[in-house]
C-alpha cells in the first residue's frame, strides 16, 4: 500500500516521492501554511510539475496522509503472526511509535476530524486496512486468555486513541521519553484498559 | 472562566454569546469553511458588528475553543470535593462525555495540534486550568488507594486522551451508545489503563 503508485513511471514516482517528502518538511516545520508553488521549491521541481501531480495544496496533504498510513499499515502488518499475541502486540506498539515519531510533527496539523470507527465504517480504504492490521492481534489476545472477551471495535479504538501521534510527540518532547519507554508505556496502559493483567 | 468577559457591555456580551453559538452551529454543520460576513449573517448582526467582536474568521474559532474550554472546566470542578474520589471522577466523567456530545461535532474542526501536555507546559491558560481540575481527582484516587502511585501527569494525559471529543463523537455515531454508557465505559478504561480496578 505504501509503495510505488501503479502505472506512474520512474522519474514521475521519483518526484511524487520527493514533493511528499516535502509536504512532511513543510508541515513539520511551521503547519499547513504553504502552497503549492513554495511546496514545488521544497521539491526541486518547477511548479508546474506540482500541479501535475496535485490538483490542490489540500490533495497532497491528502496524499501524504495516505501514504504515512499506509507506510504504518505495512510496518505493523509484517509483525510475525507466529509470534505468540504478547510479542505481536508489542512489536506492534514499538513500530508504531517509531512511525509516529517520524511522522507525527507533520501530521498533526492535518488529522482527519472524523472518527476512526466512521471512516471504518463508511468503507475509507486506508483506515480499514489499518484497522485490519489490529484487530487480528487484538483477537489472538482474547483467544490466548491475555485479554478478557469483549468488543473488539471499542479495543480497536483504545490501541488507536492511546497511539495518537499527537500523544507521541507530546511524550516525546514534554516529558523526553524515548521511543522505547514511550512504547511500552503507552501498550501497558492499553492492556490494562482492556482488562488485561499487563507485566 | 466561561462566564462574561469582564469590561464588556451587557448588549455587546449578547451579540458575542450569539456569534461564538453561530461559531459553533456552522463548524458543526460544514467545518471551517465560513468566513466573518457569513457568521455575521448567521448571527443576526451587521458584519462590521462580528468584524468588531474578531479580528478574523481564526480568531472567532479560538475563542470558540475557549469559551468549551472554559465550560468544560467549570463543569467538572463544580463537582463536589466532599464526595468520595471514586464518585467525584464517575460524575467528572459524566458531565464531561456531556460537553463532548454537545460541542464536540463543532470542536473536532478545530483542535490543537499541540499536545495537551505541550499546552500545559508552555502557560497556556484554559489548558492549564483544565489540568487544575482533572489533577486532584487524580491525586484522591491514589491516596485513597484506588489507583496505585504513579506519574500523575501521564495519568491526566491518558484520561484526556480517552476523552477526547473526537472518541465521544465517534462512539455516539459510530456504536449509537447512550452518553451515560459511553461515560461509564471510558471512564472505566481510564481507571483500568490507570492500574485500578474498574468495578
Known amino acids: 500500500m505504501a509503495g510505488p503508485r501503479p502505472g506512474l513511471r520512474r522519474d514521475t514516482q521519483e518526484t511524487r516521492d520527493r514533493l511528499l517528502a516535502a509536504v512532511g518538511e513543510l508541515l513539520a ?3 499547513p501554511t504553504f502552497g503549492l508553488p513554495e511546496l514545488a521549491r521544497r521539491g526541486g521541481v518547477a511548479t508546474a510539475t506540482a500541479y501535475r501531480h496535485f490538483e490542490s495544496i489540500h ?10 498510513t499506509g507506510r504504518l499499515t505495512d510496518r505493523l502488518q509484517s ?32 488529522r482527519s476530524w472524523r472518527g476512526f470507527l466512521e471512516r471504518v465504517h463508511l468503507g475509507d480504504e486506508p483506515t480499514g486496512a489499518l484497522y485490519a492490521a489490529l484487530e487480528p492481534i487484538v483477537r489472538d489476545l482474547i483467544e490466548h ?16 486513541t492511546m497511539f495518537d501521534e499527537r500523544v507521541i510527540v507530546d511524550l516525546r518532547e514534554s ?25
Chains 1, 2 share one sequence.
Do not use: M, N
Not at 145 to 160: N, T
Not at 181 to 198: E, F
Open 29 to 31: 516545520e511551521s503547519g
Open 59 to 68: 490533495d497532497a496533504h491528502r496524499e501524504f496522509l495516505l501514504q504515512l
Open 79 to 110: 509483525v510475525p503472526p507466529t509470534w505468540t499475541p504478547r510479542r505481536r502486540f508489542d512489536a506492534a506498539c514499538e513500530r508504531w511509535a517509531e512511525q509516529a515519531a517520524d511522522w507525527g510533527p507533520a501530521a498533526v496539523h492535518i
Open 145 to 160: 486468555g491475555e485479554l478478557p472477551d469483549q468488543d473488539v471495535e471499542y479495543a480497536v479504538l483504545v490501541w488507536i
Open 175 to 199: 516529558k523526553g521519553w524515548p521511543l522505547q519507554r514511550l512504547a511500552r508505556v503507552l501498550g501497558r496502559s492499553v492492556l490494562s484498559a482492556l482488562g488485561g493483567t499487563a507485566t
